[in-house]
């Protein structure tokens, strides 16, 4: 299985503010990579697929970048609805693996 | 829009089979080159993929959980299912069932459902 490592696994952060969390395969997925935002009590949303295509409806500041083994997200100024948590998956290769997650909270 | 919405018992009990449905709608099923999957999250933890059925009725299975996962579809009735056997304690969690084309990310997901495993 491809193991999918995520840090940090948790952030605290203020309105405004540039975030960057990373994701690391533990082999080469090319481009095989999405990014999913999770609210409380919702279904995960994907929000960049392709390592760096931002899904259709995802505002600009959301960014992700990266090939083979090591990927970014960043959020370029964080907004009052950006705050949960954030998954990786690598789709490169069955079976489907997830990152831990990187949950944003207020500072 | 496809829609998914998963069904099943709320309330399992240990060593017994866990059975879920997830009925399709907005779109077939079997009419595109789909994966059908289903993917959990224990209370305050994060994703595993369980397993999905592609369109064409072929299978892949976690590993971990292959032994006792099997992943079913009925094209008459637009739904696809997941059968979990030999529950624990461990195997609580909110059941996902989600959709994604090949060499792409799942773009739609169910709303979840709350299986607890408890005598």
């Known amino acids: 299985d491809i193991q999918m490592t995520q840090s940090p696994s948790s952030l605290s952060a203020s309105v405004g503010d540039r975030v960057t969390i990373t994701c690391r395969a533990s082999?080469?997925?090319?481009?095989?990579l999405g990014w999913y935002q999770q609210k409380p009590e919702k279904a995960p949303k994907c929000l960049i697929y392709g390592a760096s295509t931002l899904q259709s409806g995802v505002p600009s500041r959301f960014s992700g970048s990266g090939s083979g083994t090591d990927f970014t997200l960043t959020i370029s100024s964080l907004q009052p609805e950006d705050f949960a948590t954030y998954y990786c998956?690598?789709?490169?290769?069955?079976?489907?693996?997830f990152g831990g997650g990187t949950k944003v909270e207020i500072k | 829009q496809v829609q998914l919405r998963e069904s099943g018992p709320g309330l399992v009990k240990p060593s017994e089979t866990l059975s879920l449905t997830c009925t399709v709608s907005g779109g077939s099923i079997s009419g595109s080159s789909y994966y059908w999957s289903w993917i959990r999250q224990p209370p305050g933890k994060g994703l595993e993929w369980i397993g999905n059925?592609?369109?064409?009725?072929?299978?892949h299975y976690n590993p971990s959980l292959k032994s006792r996962v099997t992943i079913s579809v009925d094209t008459s009735r637009n739904q696809f299912s997941l059968k979990l056997s030999s529950v624990t304690a461990a195997d609580g969690a909110v059941y996902y069932c989600?959709?994604?084309?090949?060499?792409?990310?799942?773009?739609?997901w169910g709303q979840g459902t709350l299986v607890t495993v408890s005598s």
């Open positions: 082999q080469g997925i090319s481009s095989w």
């Open positions: 059925i592609y369109y064409s009725g072929s299978t």
């Open positions: 989600a959709r994604r084309r090949a060499n792409q990310p799942i773009d739609s």
């Open positions: 998956q690598q789709y490169s290769t069955f079976p489907l693996t």
